[in-house]
């Protein structure tokens, strides 16, 4: 690891704090979640237009530990109460999945913006009632957004803008979590909290899969799982992989753990296009030249540790009667991109800084949208719920059964 790389990995997770406005959103915290860390706390130092205001626990100590070291002023005594305060403006939504849909539909009822954790909810009969509630279609609706902090990377705009969805035939995503990161008593191994590695990490390669095709999948035509099979772990999967059909016969994969090997792997996904012709006035009127990309996203879910995207074009040129093959080339070239300048085109001129993680472009557009300002990508509430309908599509095809719905009346 290059000197540069982990200076920016330092000043990823030891940022300064930045001078607040008079005008800052208060967050609070709903669970004193050890994700809170990254997906909020350490990026809202370097926001100059949020707080992270309040905290709340089950346990009340467990709370004012959290509060002590993460510098938060004030600790509630219970999680509604936090809800209740008219001085707070959004929430974070840490809690395990199961939870998700009580505390997000509590929390845009209490009229407070909603940051959630991602996967939104349990499943989709969940995600129905959430993303359609009438109190987000009224004027002036609270935010709410599944937390898909990968997706506001400039990176990934990168990779999107080398994809042309009409014409990717095969995608390939791969993402693993060591097995010393996750303990087999963590949430994402407990049924009852709506636990699973498709919730956990696959969820990731699940949207990658949907925004590349720019479409959504017509069938899961395999799930194959590693799952525990005892108390409270039953039926949560630690690995899987998958298989999805989307439209025009394209094939769609998904292979994730959180059991993985010792060292970690980045994240990857490997578009195949068709074949197709460019034109090129250069070529005699009786040639035709044609080309077959395949663009790699490596590093895709935490790009701030590494990244790269790959392009290989493999050329041909071909006698038009005939059809052979005159000349055939390959050409290939990566890029990364930490910032919106790095990635250039269109987002050349928004904010940035080497050392943003994907955590903190995401609250850059959740406080935009929050401030009534334009944002260069957002997760619409559409996107989320066919989000879910993916995993309880695979869930089903796997045979353990979509995550079991929360027993909280929502109506
Ligand atoms: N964006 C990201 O990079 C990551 C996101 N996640 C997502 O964040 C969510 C939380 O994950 P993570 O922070 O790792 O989990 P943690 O176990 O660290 O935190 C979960 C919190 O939920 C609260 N909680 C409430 N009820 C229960 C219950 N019955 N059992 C256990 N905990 C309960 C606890 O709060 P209390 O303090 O009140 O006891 C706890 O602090 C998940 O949805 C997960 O998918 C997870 C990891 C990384
Ligand atoms: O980003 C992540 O990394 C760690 C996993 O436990 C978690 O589910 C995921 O969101």
């Keep these: 690891m290059s000197l540069s790389q982990l200076k920016r990995i330092y000043w990823a997770f030891n940022p300064p704090t930045v001078e607040k406005r008079t005008d800052a959103l208060r967050f609070g915290i709903i669970g004193a979640a050890n994700s809170a860390a990254w997906a909020l706390i350490i990026p809202a130092k370097l926001h100059p237009e949020v707080v992270i205001q309040a905290v709340a626990a089950r346990d009340r100590k467990r709370a004012e530990e959290f509060a002590k070291k993460n510098g938060i002023p004030e600790v509630k005594d219970s999680y509604q109460e936090l809800l209740d305060d008219p001085n707070i403006d959004c929430i974070l939504v840490p809690l395990p999945n199961a939870l998700h849909f009580e505390w997000a539909v509590k929390a845009i009822r209490a009229g407070k913006h909603v940051l959630l954790e ?19 279609d009224q004027p002036n609706p609270p935010v709410l957004l599944e937390a898909f902090h990968y997706r506001f990377h400039p990176i990934w705009s990168v990779f999107m803008s080398l ?10 995503t791969y993402s693993m979590i060591p097995w010393w990161f996750v303990n087999k008593d963590h949430i994402h191994f407990n049924y009852n909290l709506a636990g699973g590695t498709m919730m956990g990490m696959g969820t990731y390669n699940f949207a990658a899969l949907r925004l590349i095709f720019g479409a959504e999948p017509e069938e899961c035509i395999s799930a194959d799982v590693k799952a525990f099979t005892e108390g409270v772990h039953h039926d949560c999967d630690y690995e899987f992989k998958a298989k999805f059909r989307f439209p025009n016969g394209c094939i769609g994969e998904a292979f994730s753990t959180l059991q993985g ?15 197709v012709e460019v034109p090129d006035k250069t070529l005699p009127p009786s040639q ?40 055939k080339w390959t050409e290939s070239r990566s890029q990364k991109a ?30 935009n949208r929050v401030k009534g300002r334009e944002t260069a990508y957002w997760v619409d509430r559409e996107d989320s719920l066919n989000q879910m309908k993916m995993v309880d599509m695979a869930y089903e095809k796997s045979g353990l059964g979509v995550r079991p719905t929360s027993k909280f009346q929502a109506n």
């Design 261 to 275: 090997p010792t060292v970690w792997h980045p994240s990857y996904a490997t578009v195949t296009h068709r074949q």
């Design 163 to 172: 994809v042309n969805p009409a014409d990717v035939v095969h995608v390939d």
């Design 288 to 327: 035709e030249k044609f080309v077959t990309r395949e663009v790699t996203i490596h590093g895709f879910i935490h790009a701030i540790f590494w990244h790269r995207v790959d392009v290989k074009e493999s050329y041909e040129i071909r006698d038009k009667s005939t059809k052979k093959v005159i000349k």
């Design 118 to 136: 991602k996967p939104s909810v349990s499943n989709s009969i969940e995600a129905e009632i959430l993303f359609k509630m009438p109190e987000l």
């Design 338 to 367: 930490h910032t919106p300048k790095e990635a250039g085109g269109d987002l050349a001129n928004l904010e940035g800084e080497t050392y943003w993680m994907s955590f903190r472009y995401q609250l850059e557009a959740f406080v």
